[in-house]
């Protein structure tokens, strides 16, 4: 088991910047990758970012490429968001994912169904 602790949402002005946090315990020792979703209102949630754990390497959704950045920090079992440049469309409830198992360098993960553990998500809000 995994559980996963996001922090740092909170209300910003378009073109501000915050930092989310996503704290594991349990069995970190397993991880295979992390990432973070988001689901606005009334659509599907949706890929933003991954980190394989394997060699660090990201993966970036078009809509963040260049404003966000994803980094871990294993001794504390932890990963990072830092969003710049905010914009009203990224307005939604973001979600730490956890996925445990073989790690691959050059592989992915960009389904949630590739995800084992989830956070409970922490509500991103840009004002206009």
């Known amino acids: 088991q995994v559980q996963l602790v996001e922090s740092g949402g909170g209300l910003v002005q378009a073109g501000g910047s915050l930092r989310l946090s996503c704290a594991a315990s349990?069995?970190?020792?397993?991880?295979?990758?992390m990432a973070w979703f988001r689901q606005a209102p009334g659509k599907e949630r949706e890929l933003v970012t991954t980190i394989n754990w394997s060699d660090g390497n990201t993966y970036y959704a078009d809509s963040v490429k260049g404003r966000f950045t994803i980094s871990r920090d294993n001794a504390k079992n932890t990963v990072y968001l830092q969003m710049n440049s905010l914009k009203p469309e990224d307005t939604a409830v973001y979600y730490c994912?956890?996925?445990?198992?073989?790690?691959?360098?050059?592989?992915?993960?960009?389904?949630?169904?590739?995800?084992?553990?989830w956070g409970q998500g922490t509500q991103v809000t840009v004002s206009s």
């Open positions: 994912a956890s996925r445990l198992g073989i790690r691959y360098s050059g592989i992915h993960f960009r389904t949630s169904g590739d995800y084992n553990y």
């Open positions: 349990g069995r970190t020792s397993s991880t295979s990758a």
